[in-house]
């Protein structure tokens, strides 16, 4: 048995962030992998981004953060 369980206590009905984000301008080939975690009240998310046409894609590093998991600002490349 485990010390401690994830409980899921609410849900977003759609994608928090999608193509249709005005941050998502380079973003042509969508999201893959990527983990999120909180400090100090902020959400950090560090997500594979896809830029490119499908066929030419680059695949970048991208910061974003967020103050409640639902509301996202992309702030940067970390690497490409």
Not at 44 to 69: C, K, N
């Amino acid at each position: 048995r485990y010390p401690f369980r994830l409980e899921v206590i609410d849900e977003s009905p759609k994608p928090v962030i999608d193509k249709t984000h005005p941050d998502c301008a380079n973003n042509q080939s969508g999201f893959e992998g990527g983990y999120v975690v909180k400090q100090n009240g902020t959400y950090y998310m560090f997500v594979g981004e896809m830029s490119g046409t499908p066929h030419r894609a680059r695949m970048q590093i991208a910061l974003w953060t967020s103050p409640d998991a639902l509301n996202w600002k992309r702030q940067k490349t970390i690497i490409e």
